[in-house]
């Protein structure tokens, strides 16, 4: 076998290991990339299912419903495309399908929650972060349109000042029922001072004025606790009656 013989084989066998190496790193790398797509897909599914079941009734409508519905579908049809054999993720996007069929008679089945305390609205206000950061990263990658994300950051945003209604009412009448006008009072200036903050005051008027009636009640009370009671003005006068006795008595006894 002359040389160059020799060499020409040894140059194919340098280019065909390269070759394998090479294939084998984009096989790799397309499994990697696979894998990543199929975890970001269900990790935003999951996160679009989470607010749809889990946020109060009174914050959530059928046109919300529908929305994060038609976002899951969305997600869940990619994933299908990347894993065609799997039967859950196909069940699951039929499943969806039907529920979008029903347009604004979509069921909403979120039973209304009390927010009567700070780490419930906290785990709220968690829930309609989240929806926000779906709806901005929906926009950007062009799943939703820039004029239907507006919409819906504004509808969080009603939704979050009426959390904190909810919130400052419920924590003020806790507090009056539990015999505590100064604890109420101040929930329901921190409810007042909440609403004065808000860029459309003029939406607000209503609950404004609520809280500003419950405020000056709780104002009232407070008072009203302050004041000496009928016995203790009884006592403290039938004790300055006898300090006046004492004064006469031993007035009487110097001049005598």
Avoid at 197 to 218: C, G, I, N, V, W
């Amino acid at each position: 076998m002359s040389p160059l013989v020799i060499t020409l084989l040894i140059v194919g066998g340098i280019v065909l290991l390269i070759a394998i190496a090479f294939v084998n790193h984009t096989v790799e790398k397309n499994k990697l990339e696979k894998t990543r797509l199929r975890v970001e897909l269900n990790d935003r599914i999951r996160r679009c299912s989470t607010v749809s079941e889990l946020l109060p009734g009174q914050l959530m409508t059928p046109q919300l419903k529908l929305m994060l519905s038609r976002l899951q579908e969305h997600f869940t049809q990619r994933l299908v495309q990347l894993q065609p054999g799997n039967a859950d993720s196909r069940a699951q996007l039929e499943a969806l399908r039907l529920l979008i069929a029903q347009g604004d008679a979509i069921p909403v089945q979120n039973p209304p929650q009390q927010i009567n305390n700070e780490a419930k609205a906290k785990e709220v206000r968690f829930q309609l972060e989240n929806l926000h950061g779906q709806i901005t990263r929906c926009a950007q990658d062009g799943i939703l349109p820039a004029k239907e994300a507006k919409h819906w950051a504004n509808e969080i945003r009603l939704m979050l000042v009426q959390l904190h209604i909810e919130l400052f009412g419920n924590l003020g009448h806790q507090a009056l029922q539990q015999n505590q006008p100064g604890q109420a009072r101040l929930a329901f200036e921190r409810g007042a001072q909440y609403l004065r903050k808000q860029a459309d005051t003029a939406r607000y008027q209503a609950p404004l004025q609520k809280f500003e009636s419950q405020l000056a009640r709780a104002n009232a009370m407070v008072v009203d606790m302050g004041k000496p009671k009928a016995d203790d003005v009884s006592e403290l006068t039938d004790g300055l009656k006898s300090l006046g006795g004492d004064e006469d008595w031993k007035k009487k006894n110097i001049y005598d």
